[in-house]
């Protein structure tokens, strides 16, 4: 396939910005993806620094803020496709034991499709839904995790509403797992949209962790209604309501 016809406008002598001509075949959304594409800074420097995807920005600048990616923590990276957030993990809890004198840790990565290996992580095929996920889980983190992420979002729908209320039930099955599975004093991470629906979330969430924060990181776009949920010092499985 070749390069998108692409035309870049200037002003004195300076790029501005990159607007991609409409072809008969692609449709006017397509067209839009691709401009933003092209004119996004983080896409740029992700094709720069190696990372797979620009979200893995968006971990990492939760972990400037946080600091829950440390060396020797064991990591589960939920929905790990393409995976980005498994690169920054693996750098940062020193997974490759490369930086001598800190403890290594291990980073763990599942999705339901294959995944191309990433140096210093494992990835494995897992519906993590199934029954015995979180035995399956705990058997190749080799003990509790440190932290569970999530950066998952179901197939987009094109209502509003019903795709947010779908990644809403993700991050509560996700947030299930990682209470199964997280050390005391963890920390679960995950994606979520902005809309109303999440306040069974943060309940759930304010009752099993000492701190829970929704935070919208600067890589994310501002015309995203994705946010991000980080809740640390997991205090354990909170009973039951009533």
């Known amino acids: 396939m070749g390069k998108p016809p692409v035309k ?11 607007r991609v001509r409409t072809a008969r075949k692609r449709s006017l959304s397509s067209t839009l993806w691709l401009e933003r594409q ?3 800074p983080y896409v740029a420097r992700a094709r720069r620094e190696g990372y797979r995807s620009r979200a893995a920005f968006k971990i990492a600048e939760l972990d400037d803020r ?9 990591v589960l990276d ?33 999705d339901l499709q294959e995944v191309a290996p990433v140096p210093g992580a494992e990835i494995h095929r897992l519906d993590f839904l199934e029954p015995g996920a979180e035995a399956q889980v ?8 440190d932290v569970v992420m999530s950066d998952m979002a179901p197939a987009a729908s094109g209502h509003r509403q ?8 993700l991050c509560e099955a996700a947030a299930d797992l990682a209470m199964d599975v997280l050390e005391p004093g963890g920390t679960f991470v995950a994606k979520v949209l902005a809309g109303g629906a999440e ?18 990181p600067p890589a994310s776009r501002a015309d995203s209604s994705e946010k991000f949920v980080v809740a640390t010092g997991f205090r354990g499985r909170p009973e039951p309501a009533g």
């Open 162 to 169: 019903t795709d947010h209320l779908r990644i809403v039930a």
């Open 38 to 40: 092209l004119n996004d």
């Open 66 to 74: 946080f600091g829950f990616l440390v060396p020797g923590a064991r």
């Open 78 to 110: 939920l929905g790990c496709a393409p995976g980005g957030w498994c690169q920054v993990a693996v750098a940062r809890v020193n997974a490759l034991g490369e930086r001598k004198g800190r403890r290594q840790g291990r980073v763990i990565g599942i």
């Open 199 to 216: 306040d069974s979330l943060q309940v759930v969430l304010k009752r099993a962790f000492a701190k829970v924060a929704n935070v919208k």
């Open 8 to 18: 870049a406008s200037r002003r004195g002598g300076r790029d501005l910005k990159v």
């Open 138 to 145: 705990r058997a190749w983190l080799g003990g509790p995790a």
